[in-house]
């Protein structure tokens, strides 16, 4: 099974709304990570946890917050986002172990749109 | 840094045409590489990976071979089917498992 679940599938929010985007895998990967992708685009890296901490951060705007509760959980939480914030939001899971054959398996993502 | 260049698309072809989508790469090191297929609204899937030279990764009728000495890892299929219209990325991971490289995709669109 290499099934990485994401909710809500879709999510409309206004720039003053808090809103949180999750991401499960059971896989017992130890690495979890945020992607943003806007259209007709590959995706980008935002954050990356490894064994529960992070780290990377490509210099992520502070309106973008992970949290990383346990090894099966990646939250993303939104505050104050920009109407260019809208994209599809891909949460990938890893085993983490070194090396460059570690292989990313990624959800369906979240369409969020910020009006 | 590292790089990933694929073929420019849309590509479109005819049911049962033969798929080429080219890629080739720049990397230190020894990179493992990836095909990743996005279908619309979709998220990424894995549909293949070789990790080191002359590796031949297949799925679903898909193939890539890692290519050293030319640096490419091309994907093929013998006979498309309207099913695989989708974006296809290839990809590397090198001197660490934290970061990937993609390239910019490439749009197959297959025709009836």
């Known amino acids: 099974d290499t099934e990485v679940t994401q909710t809500p599938k879709h999510l409309v929010m206004g720039m003053t709304n808090k809103k949180s985007l999750k991401c499960e895998q059971h896989?017992?990967?130890?690495?979890m990570y945020w992607y943003k992708q806007k259209a007709k685009k590959p995706p980008e890296l935002m954050f990356v946890?490894?064994?529960?901490?992070?780290?990377i951060n490509e210099s992520v705007p502070s309106r973008f917050s992970p949290e990383c509760p346990n090894s099966s959980l990646l939250n993303l939480h939104l505050h104050a986002l920009q109407p260019e914030d809208s994209a599809l939001y891909l949460c990938?899971?890893?085993?983490?172990?070194?090396?460059?054959?570690?292989?990313?398996?990624f959800g369906p993502g979240t369409r969020l749109t910020v009006l | 840094g590292d790089s990933v260049t694929q073929m420019e698309g849309p590509v479109t072809l005819s049911e049962e045409a033969f798929l080429t989508i080219n890629c080739t790469y720049t990397?230190?090191?020894?990179?493992?590489l990836f095909w990743y297929v996005q279908y619309p609204g979709e998220g990424l899937q894995l549909l293949l990976k070789a990790t080191k030279a002359d590796d031949k990764g297949s799925n679903k009728g898909f193939e890539a071979t890692y290519r050293k000495e030319t640096t490419s890892f091309h994907l093929e299929k013998g006979s498309v089917q309207v099913s695989d219209s989708a974006v296809y990325f290839c990809a590397l991971s090198s001197g660490g498992y934290q970061k990937v490289t993609f390239g910019t995709g490439t749009k197959l669109q297959v025709i009836p």
């Open positions: 990397a230190t090191g020894y990179p493992s």
């Open positions: 946890y490894s064994y529960e901490k992070l780290s």
């Open positions: 990938a899971s890893s085993q983490g172990t070194s090396g460059s054959t570690d292989t990313q398996y």
């Open positions: 896989m017992g990967h130890r690495a």
